[in-house]
């Protein structure tokens, strides 16, 4: 198991290897030069949407969930297809990054509080990713939690920092296969497998609602999970990279086809595992080591290391470019010099040793990753719609709805956590999560102008 795991490394570092001898500007490292094709594009948003937290942490919320896990994918595609209608608007324009967007809707300020709370957020999505990849290798190999953590981080901040977007986009492709592949066979075999299984733990945990999960806790997961999918600069990233908005619709849609039934997957194997006794690695290795012949679990391991690798390195790349774009120094006659890529280069090496100094002191995957989506979603999707509708608002009115949603969103979250508070506290929690949608939305009615 271990040569074949360095065996995926070392081709990893290759693909990025010749990707990085083609960055040569500032434009190749951030959006591969805006020439990526439909399948480039869509190997990418696959990549990227299947991370170690739709997956692996989906699955390891089973013994809570049960098959309702499968709406963290299928919100992610309702999100996707949202955004069907504004591709052309957001494609023109945008430039590299999410507050490209904003500065062309509302102003410089509003751009510069996105540039802050962005990465913040985004960091901890980065830190889910990581913490993923740690228990994945804790199923692999002995190896301590923290190692884990170190090893998954120099591996994908490695080979991002060489190619950027261009080693981004052909690794993206060929994990996204291997993410398939790997899905489907688990899936295939843990059914077969479950013919002969009673499901006496887990028939309470039934899909599409159960105990733990009902009709409120799915607008909630709509609205601060689902719309990242719509207004998440990581979605906005790929497409970006497209080289036109035909290309970019197309790219969304083909995703969201694939996405849709591998929801399916998620969720029969989060109702399975959900029988399964808790240990040190992550429950789809328990499933896998379980269920699979011997011969297919490299290809298991594999694909599970591409599920986390490919997510973390675009989430990576997005934070850092927007931190770049807010710190370097204007150049004269729009030139763009190699100063901007050692910055680039710094920025997501510095990132990615936070988010692992993260990782290291959590290690709840869907906590992590709901805490720093329910801050984002809190304060960007309604500016982002908003702004992709057509309307304008004045750029306080704007930067009061992207502080005050996201302070909201960030208590509402946090309130969930804390176990003294009484038992209603989830009601509570939720509001404050609907309420700053809502508070976000009114200060940006309030503030509106003419386009």
């Known amino acids: 198991m271990v040569p074949i795991l360095i065996l995926y490394t070392i081709i990893l570092v290759f693909i990025a290897f010749l990707g990085a001898r083609r960055v040569s500007s500032v434009s190749d490292f951030f959006v591969a030069r805006k020439r990526a094709s439909t399948f480039a594009v869509t190997g990418s948003l696959v990549a990227t949407i299947l991370g170690g937290s739709a997956i692996v942490g989906a699955i390891d919320a089973g013994p809570d969930l049960g098959g309702a896990s499968a709406w963290f994918m299928i919100v992610g595609v309702v999100g996707l297809l949202s955004l069907r209608p504004f591709v052309k608007r957001a494609y023109d324009h945008g430039r590299y990054t999410l507050p490209d967007l904003i500065e062309n809707f509302y102003g410089k300020s509003p751009r510069v509080v996105a540039s802050i709370v962005i990465p913040v957020a985004w960091t901890g999505i980065v830190a889910a990713q990581i913490i993923a990849a740690a228990k994945l290798l804790q199923g692999f190999m002995p190896v301590d939690y923290s190692v884990a953590a170190i090893v998954s981080t120099a591996v994908f901040v490695g080979y991002?920092?060489?190619?950027?977007?261009?080693?981004?986009?052909?690794?993206?492709?060929?994990q996204a296969a291997l993410i398939i592949i790997g899905l489907v066979l688990l899936g295939v075999f843990t059914y077969l497998h479950g013919l002969?299984?009673?499901?006496?733990?887990?028939?309470?945990?039934?899909?599409?609602?159960?105990?733990?999960?009902?009709?409120?806790?799915?607008?909630?997961?709509?609205?601060?999970y689902g719309t990242t999918f719509t207004a998440g600069p990581d979605i906005f990233s790929r497409l970006f990279c497209a080289r036109?908005?035909?290309?970019?619709?197309?790219?969304?849609?083909?995703?969201?086809?694939?996405?849709?039934?591998?929801?399916?997957?998620?969720?029969?194997?989060?109702?399975?595992?959900?029988?399964?006794?808790?240990?040190?690695?992550?429950r789809i290795m328990q499933i896998s080591v379980q269920v699979l012949p011997a011969f297919l679990l490299p290809i298991i391991a594999i694909s599970?290391?591409?599920?986390?690798?490919?997510?973390?390195?675009?989430?990576?790349?997005?934070?850092?470019?927007?931190?770049?774009?807010?710190?370097?120094?204007?150049?004269?006659?729009?030139?763009?010099?190699?100063?901007?890529?050692?910055?680039?280069?710094?920025?997501?090496l510095v990132n990615g040793l936070l988010a692992m100094a993260i990782a290291l002191y959590f290690n709840d995957i869907i906590g992590t990753l709901l805490l720093a989506l329910a801050v984002y979603a809190?304060?960007?999707?309604?500016?982002?719609?908003?702004?992709?509708?057509?309307?304008?608002?004045?750029?306080?009115?704007?930067?009061?709805?992207?502080?005050?949603?996201?302070?909201?969103?960030?208590?509402?979250?946090?309130?969930?956590?804390?176990?003294?508070?009484?038992?209603?506290?989830?009601?509570?929690?939720?509001?404050?999560?609907?309420?700053?949608?809502?508070?976000?939305?009114?200060?940006?009615?309030?503030?509106?102008?003419?386009?």
Do not use: H
């Open 160 to 174: 991002t920092v060489a190619g950027g977007q261009i080693s981004i986009l052909r690794t993206d492709f060929f």
């Open 196 to 224: 002969n299984f009673t499901f006496e733990v887990t028939a309470p945990k039934q899909f599409p609602f159960n105990e733990n999960f009902g009709i409120l806790e799915l607008f909630v997961l709509l609205l601060t």
């Open 244 to 282: 036109d908005d035909a290309t970019a619709t197309r790219s969304l849609l083909l995703a969201a086809v694939i996405l849709l039934p591998i929801a399916g997957i998620i969720g029969f194997l989060s109702y399975y595992g959900a029988s399964l006794e808790g240990g040190s690695g992550a």
């Open 304 to 348: 599970l290391l591409s599920v986390v690798l490919s997510s973390a390195d675009t989430t990576l790349l997005s934070s850092s470019i927007i931190l770049c774009e807010l710190l370097k120094k204007k150049k004269g006659d729009g030139q763009e010099k190699v100063q901007s890529l050692a910055l680039a280069r710094g920025m997501i």
């Open 378 to 451: 809190g304060a960007f999707t309604v500016p982002i719609l908003w702004g992709l509708l057509g309307f304008r608002s004045k750029p306080r009115y704007v930067i009061a709805a992207i502080t005050s949603g996201g302070i909201l969103a960030l208590i509402g979250k946090l309130s969930s956590t804390v176990a003294e508070l009484p038992a209603n506290t989830a009601l509570f929690s939720d509001a404050l999560l609907i309420l700053a949608f809502v508070v976000n939305g009114a200060l940006l009615y309030l503030g509106r102008t003419k386009a």
